[in-house]
């Protein structure tokens, strides 16, 4: 495979040692090992190679493969997701919590803006939080597999769709135009960012029109 190229993969991402499986693309495997999640969405991942999609070890690793070959590639921790910092564990009040409606439980994710943190414990009107990244500290193991090179159009706009605004839109493409409607408002800094990516990867694209459908509110 070349940078710029789109292809699909399947994986599963274990922790080394334990074999714990933390990511993986299989629905069938998801179910037999007693980790599905409804709200997951499984099957082959679209990316583009060299686009930094995934962790650079893997970027690499798809680079020089075949498709339909297989690798399994160890991810130290350092070019994984970093060792764990202990300046990353905060103290916060359980009372400023409350005012937020929250009511920490242990073992419980909460969001913080663009940070997500683990309740670590709850004691003394104190809530201890971890918001290092769950795989921190960990050596990872990535079985993983090139199923498909990507050369139709529609499957290469879908691809940078959900790499930018992480959902598919409705598409209608034309031999030099592309209409996209959603049923979400995009940020003006995404829309001007999906239209030059789509613009640089299929050049025969000169016109893209992107249509924000608004869902009627219940009543």
């Not at 274990?14 to 933390?22: K, L, Y």
């Not at 693309?25 to 991942?45: D, L, Q, R, S």
């Not at 996209?180 to 000169?206: C, R, S, V």
Request: aromatic share 6%.
């Amino acid at each position: 495979m070349e940078k710029g190229d789109f292809v699909e993969i399947e994986y599963i991402g274990q922790i080394q040692g334990s074999q714990e499986i933390f990511d993986l693309t299989n629905e069938k495997i998801a179910k037999e090992t007693g980790i599905f999640n409804p709200n997951v969405k499984y099957g082959p991942m679209k990316i583009i190679v060299g686009k930094k999609m995934m962790l650079p070890p893997l970027d690499k690793a798809i680079e020089k493969m075949k498709i339909s070959e297989e690798k399994e590639i160890t991810i130290n921790k350092e070019d994984g997701f970093g060792n764990r910092d202990l300046k990353m564990i905060k103290i916060i009040s359980l009372n400023n919590l409350k005012k937020q409606n929250i009511n920490p439980i242990t073992g419980q994710f909460l969001n913080f803006g663009n940070l997500q943190g683990k309740v670590i414990s709850v004691n003394s009107g104190r809530v201890r939080i971890d918001f290092n990244h769950p795989l921190a500290g960990k050596n990872l193991v990535y079985k993983l597999k090139l199923t498909k090179k990507i050369e139709n159009k529609k499957d290469m706009v879908e691809t940078i769709c959900e790499n930018i605004i992480k959902i598919t839109p409705e598409i209608d493409l034309k031999t030099t135009s592309l209409t996209l409607k959603t049923k979400i408002k995009i940020p003006d800094k995404l829309k001007t960012e999906l239209k030059a990516e789509i613009t640089k990867y299929i050049k025969d694209i000169k016109l893209i029109k992107i249509e924000e459908q608004e869902v009627p509110q219940k009543k």
